[in-house]
């Protein structure tokens, strides 16, 4: 019996960043993009709010990009302030790297397990999904989706009860499945 757990987001994400206004080390999106054309240059931000005072700061999304190369429906986007825009391009590499900044997702996921009710089973397989790119350890979902401590879970892992073609152990995320052979 394979079991499905699904890692999902339930709100987007902070922006870690260090405001110059104030100390604090986050920015939540604002939902709103602003677009500055130039000629036929365009330039495009994501804003962004401290978290702390509320100071505005932009992500640069486009930096005097010929209109023709800007998909219209990305040009659409923009302009209605496309709320899964800014989660695809919060999620976007390129965009974090072009920014300095990284992802805070604590307190913005939870782990669907659609109601698990075979883990008493001698043997349980599962298939973790991830629904964004959102980084957390196996050993915590395991730990969370077994109703385990994440002790509980390290020694399952170092008595083979646990294994995974993916280190359980490390930081790896991503999609993984486990078996959990808590009872052989
Ligand atoms: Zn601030």
Redesign the pocket.
Known sequence: MLNNWMVVPTCLPLVRRR?H??T?EHFRASGKFRVNANHKLLDAWLLVL?A????TAKLTILERTNVRSVRPELLDQLHDNDLGLTAELLQDPVVQHRNRVALDWDNAWRLDTAGSDHLDREVVDVSVRFAARIPVRPVRLIAEGCGLSRAEVERLITAGKLVSAVRLGGKFSGDFTFTLKRYS
């Open positions: 405001c206004a104030c604090s401290c702390g005072c509320g100071e």
